[in-house]
């Protein structure tokens, strides 16, 4: 069974939409991070699983109830109230998230121990699945990966049955040893490439445009933006287009970023700045490079790969950046 991850607003293209029109395609399972992305997700769609990756944290227990939310807990108080609330409330499922190696959620594995040792521990919580996360799988030789996968499957033999999760989408890559019952894929569905040392298996589905708002001509000499980082060398068309940091064009992007207008490379010239960046444009025939012409910030000729790449950064980032001002549409 394939869960979809949608936390983060859906890595920033809008979770309420994306998760519509994957539980159309048939999805079921979906997980979030927070009790509120799950609240707001099971007022949208009140007919599918959502599974909260967060946790209970202290008092919380009855939201999750009154929301049909599958908690995932992360250590034994966790289990303890979702124990208590099961014997107050009646059973409903929980998830249990085990660490193997990342040392960020889950069960560290004393705590698993003493599961194992006192199953009453887990008395009247009906398990809907016991899952971990991999560390390197986005790097498909690192020893960490088989080890986790050894400590999982020992650690899943000391537990009651329920299905196993240990993939997200780098981990569905290193092949169906990894898929158990269940996988998580979250960045792959959103077209990124899961491994990035290798082609990307995915296909793109973000398209991003800003338009032009100004072009102009620069001399040899003259300077370009905020503290006049970009010294121009030859007589130059600089085109002034309306995105910036505040729209998730990381300031990093500064001198170093690229975009596509007319089906030609044009580079970030000077600082990224809140609501505009300056392209060189030199190379475009004048007719294209015009005030209202869209720039392709992502697109088929530069993927969210390329932009994340150029920021120092990685895809996940890119796309949960994105600001609020674009005009979007989902198709
Ligand atoms: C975010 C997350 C996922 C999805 O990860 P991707 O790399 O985007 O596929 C799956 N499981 C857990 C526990 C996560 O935190």
């Known amino acids: 069974m394939t869960a979809a991850v949608v936390k983060a607003d859906g890595y920033g293209l809008g979770a309420i939409e994306v998760a519509s029109a994957l539980a159309a ?21 009140p007919a599918i699983e959502i599974a909260v990756l967060n946790g209970v944290l202290p008092g919380t227990a009855p939201d999750f109830a009154a929301h049909d939310l599958v908690p995932v807990l992360n250590d034994l108080g966790q289990v303890a109230a979702w124990r208590k609330l099961c014997r107050d409330a009646g059973p409903r499922p929980a ?13 560290p594995a004393a ?5 194992a040792a006192d199953p009453a521990l887990l008395d009247g919580v009906p398990l809907r699945a ?9 790097e498909p030789a690192h020893p960490l990966n088989a080890e986790q996968l050894r400590r999982f499957q020992v650690a899943r033999a000391a537990l009651p049955a329920a299905p196993a999760s240990l993939a997200a989408s780098s981990g569905i890559l290193l092949g169906p040893g990894w898929h158990f019952e269940l996988v998580r894929p979250g960045v792959a569905l959103y077209g990124v490439n899961p491994q990035p040392a290798t082609p990307n298996p995915m296909a793109q ?13 620069v001399d040899r000499g003259m300077t370009v933006g905020y503290g006049a980082t970009h010294l121009v060398d030859r007589p130059s068309r600089i085109a002034t287009v309306a995105a910036g940091y505040a729209d ?12 596509v207008l007319g089906g030609h490379r044009v580079s970030v010239v000077g600082r990224v700045s809140m609501d505009l960046i300056t392209l060189d444009v030199s190379s475009v025939e004048p007719a294209l490079a015009q005030p209202g012409a869209l720039v392709d910030l ?34």
């Not at 705590?111 to 599961?115: D, F, K, N, P, Q």
């Open 130 to 138: 016991v899952m971990s996360h991999l560390a390197c799988a986005d």
């Open 248 to 259: 998730g064009l990381l300031r990093s992007l500064s001198n170093r970023g690229s975009a």
């Open 25 to 45: 395609a048939g999805c079921r399972l979906f997980f979030v991070a927070q009790l509120d992305e799950g609240v707001a997700l099971r007022v949208a769609l």
């Open 298 to 331: 992502v697109g088929p000729g530069h993927t969210v790969d390329d932009l994340a790449a150029e920021a120092g950064t990685i895809g996940y980032e890119i796309l949960t950046a994105l600001g609020r001002r674009y005009h979007r549409v989902w198709r």
């Open 111 to 115: 705590e698993l121990a003493a599961i």
């Open 205 to 217: 589905v973000i398209a991003l445009k800003a338009k032009i708002l100004q072009v102009r001509d």
């Open 95 to 107: 998830m249990l998230h085990l660490d193997t190696g990342m040392a960020r959620l889950g069960l």
